[in-house]
């Protein structure tokens, strides 16, 4: 077209959109890599991270009852999105649920995916005293499981 500027990937695209009007939400948070994840654990005494995807329904379920949970023990709680996942249906997912914008932070933590924690979502990974849990829980688990699974967790770490 005359007059306009085409970008086809990356920075340039989201750019071009940008100044055309074309993208009205808010940008998706930064990604979570592994100096999130250094600071996280300097931080913070305990808590849970809880990796979702909005590909799978009690995903998305759990992240919201994951927060609840963390909130009740007084620990913090950190949901991460899938780093596959289609961003217009994670936002959706994220909008219905009342998940946080910060929910839609991408996990890009090499040290949590090596520990396997990309491997199936939703999945829940403990951290006390500096150090990730290196036993995770794979699967939707329901709120008092989860919280008994969390408190244990937190004993052995300790």
Do not use: K
Request: proline content about 8%.
């Amino acid at each position: 077209m005359r007059g306009h500027t085409t970008f086809s990937t990356g920075l340039g695209a989201l750019l071009a959109c940008l100044l055309q009007g074309a993208v009205t939400a808010d940008l998706p948070p930064t990604p979570f890599h592994d100096r999130d994840l250094g600071s996280l654990l300097r931080e913070h005494a305990s808590g849970v991270i809880y990796l979702w995807s909005p590909h799978m329904p009690y995903s998305v379920q759990g992240a919201r009852e994951a927060r609840e949970v963390a909130q009740a023990l007084g620990i913090r709680s950190v949901l991460l999105l899938d780093p596959y996942a289609e961003p217009a249906l994670a936002g959706s997912a994220a909008r219905s649920s009342r998940l946080p914008a910060r929910a839609l932070r991408r996990m890009r933590a090499g040290a949590l995916s090596r520990m396997g924690a990309t491997q199936h979502f939703p999945t829940a990974v403990v951290f006390a005293a500096g150090r990730v849990d290196a036993l995770m829980l794979p699967g939707y688990t329901p709120p008092g499981d989860l919280r008994a699974y969390i408190l244990q967790r937190l004993v052995n770490l300790r």
